[in-house]
């Protein structure tokens, strides 16, 4: 699974042949989520309370970007790495 960007320990990949809504994987330690691309919620999986908070901002400053990538994931193209949380 290629992994987008990696932050604070949380690691941010997107599977090409995923099910919809769109939405990537956040794993923290033994904790993942799926997080939805559109309203940036956990639509599966948990994360503790602050990297919840670290993956949403993340999240909303590359939100066109993941939406672009999940489209791309869904024609089977190479995805590229989007910028880490600094």
Not at 27 to 44: H, K, V
Request: charged share 25%; proline share 9%.
């Amino acid at each position: 699974m290629p992994e987008l960007s990696r932050f604070y320990g949380i690691i941010i990949r997107m599977y090409p042949t995923d099910h919809p809504p769109p939405h990537f994987h956040a794993e923290y330690g033994e904790y993942e989520a799926l997080i939805d691309i559109q309203d940036c919620e956990i639509i599966a999986g948990s994360l503790p309370s602050r990297a919840f908070k670290l993956v949403k901002e993340w999240t909303l400053l590359h939100q066109t970007e993941l939406e672009e990538l999940w489209q791309t994931a869904r024609q089977s193209q190479p995805l590229r790495k989007l910028k880490p949380l600094e």
